[in-house]
């Protein structure tokens, strides 16, 4: 067993709904830290390795977080009521690394996101996921012949990596995804780095929020659509050096 991860709570104690986590196995101990969140300072010397935000409003109650922590990198994870895929994708946009919509998840969820995004990955409750997909591609319409800008998107991966890209927009690591598709891990990151470039994007949080549909391209315009014939012709960009 690894050791035992510490985690804060970004909120009132009378605010956080979950008194059965963490479960007492020594896998997370929690401490509550509030605003101005001097204990998330680059000068605190005893930072948490995580911080679960509890928060009605997930952008107006992370920036005053994400100040604090200027000049360190924690990762955030949210945990609110809100599930509208903009207010969603906004706050994975300034760097949030988890999101879990109150009721679309059970304590054990908790100990499975903080437990990925230490490990640098991305994780969504379910809702978190279905609501940044439908929110971002439209389903086209029955019989139109239209296959949609999230069709597009597929074309330019091989069935490979979408099966992986599918994975780790489910909250899944590198290692778990070697597991389940019975690949050797190197395997997996080589085609991560692969993805990467052809998404155009630097770290798996960039790729996960572009293949849900939610980010765009500096551009201005989504993969998707260059991918698209209706957008012109697709081109790749090279490969990043950052694997994420």
């Not at 928060?55 to 109650?61: G, K, M, T």
Request: aromatic share 6%; with cysteine; charged share 20%.
């Amino acid at each position: 067993m690894g050791r035992e991860l510490t985690v804060g709570l970004a909120c009132a104690e009378d605010d956080w709904p979950y008194s059965e986590w963490p479960a007492k196995n020594g896998l997370v101990r929690t401490r509550f830290v509030l605003p101005p969140y001097d204990q998330l300072h680059s000068g605190h010397r005893d930072g948490p390795d995580a911080v679960v935000l509890r928060c009605d409003d997930p952008v107006d109650a992370l920036m005053p977080l994400l100040d604090a922590m200027r000049g360190r990198t924690i990762p955030v994870i949210v945990s609110s009521p809100v599930w509208q895929a903009d207010r969603l994708a906004e706050a994975l946009r300034h760097g949030v690394s988890g999101y879990l919509v109150d009721g679309d998840h059970c304590s054990c969820m908790l100990n499975s996101a903080v437990l990925n995004c230490v490990a640098g990955n991305t994780y969504l409750s379910p809702m978190a996921c279905t609501a940044l997909r439908k929110g971002a591609f439209p389903v086209a319409a029955v019989g139109s012949g239209d296959p949609g800008p999230a069709e597009a998107l597929r074309v330019g991966l091989s069935p490979r990596e979408r099966q992986i890209i599918e994975l780790l927009s489910s909250g899944y690591g590198a290692p778990d995804i070697a597991k389940r598709l019975h690949l050797a891990e190197k395997t997996v990151r080589n085609n991560l780095s692969n993805i990467y470039a052809k998404l155009d994007v630097r770290s798996g949080t960039e790729a996960v929020l572009l293949w849900l549909g939610a980010s765009r391209n500096p551009a201005g315009a989504t993969v998707a659509e260059r991918q698209d014939p209706r957008f012109g012709q697709a081109t790749l960009p090279a490969a990043h050096s950052n694997t994420g």
